[in-house]
């Protein structure tokens, strides 16, 4: 019996209704979904290749306690899900467990990739003038609002910091900032290192770093440790002559400038500071040598690079300073910083009060 001959348009046409619906896969309904969802969440929501390793064992568990009710084909497909079909049905179940998506990056993400990475181990025996800078937040118990920023700005060879308080956070107000700072270093800045901050990571502050010669580096996020010389200085001077209260406001802004002012040279020219030697481990611990501390002025006037004052002027420098009693004065500045601050919180208390009476 001859054989009919096959319409060639036909078997193509059914060929490829075929491979789509091999395509397609199985369908997961409503219930499959709901059934993921129950045994995702069941484990601490584990991601989905953990998860489908679980499945044999969790879904057992789950319909003997009657938390789940399935028919044999749902069973089926449930012990056959991949994990590209557990994020493809829960995606949105993950985004909104997450509080909703996450932002697209900014334009200082663009910037933040220009920048090269310094780490701690990085910085080697680096000349005056490379610094490490780093802001501190005077928001107190909320960082809601506006509120007052200090700049911190300290020398990676010899500890030399600089404060500048800042009314918001802003890359005009930081430029300005870095601008003073190249007055009051002895030294041309020539290297500063940021993390990964947007007040710092934007074209603003970038490109003028770049104009003036000033080299640019950023530390690893969530690494404190690649910062750690402005972080030391965070904590002994800013937060010790400030403390963690909440400032704002341009009355604030320029006492805290007033303060730092005075505070600067006692700090930068009367108190000594070590400089790490050596360290080596022995064992579990780690045995730390230090530098004896230099008499600050002799160190910082008489280093081997072009200083923007003499021999001559340095002395006659640091007679006047040693007349001149700035620590009675950084003293008195903290004195009354904490008579206004205290003035302040009772002023709020009493005024909470009075609302509370009315």
Known sequence: MASQARDPSTVSGRGIAIRRAAAAGPDYGASIRVALIVLWDAPDRLCSKRLVAMIPFLLPAFERHGRLKLSADERSLVLKVSAATIDRLLSDVKIAAAGGRRRRAGFSSAVRRQVPVRTFNDWGSPPPGYCEADLVAHGGMSVSGTFIQTLTMADIATGWTECFPLVVREAALVVEALERAQN?????????????????????????CRSHNVEVTRSRAYKKNDQAFVEQKNGAIVRRLVGYGRFEGIDAARSLARLFAAARLHMNFFQPSFKLKEKHREGAKVIKRYLLPPRRTKEHWSTRVSMRHSNVGCERFTARLIRWPCWHRCGTLKMSWASALISGLESRRSLSHRCKAT
Not at 184 to 208: I, Y
Request: proline residues 8%; negative net charge.
């Open 184 to 208: 009051l270093f002895p030294w041309p800045v020539r290297g500063l290192d940021f993390d990964n901050d947007s007040a710092f990571m934007n074209d603003t502050v970038v490109s003028w």
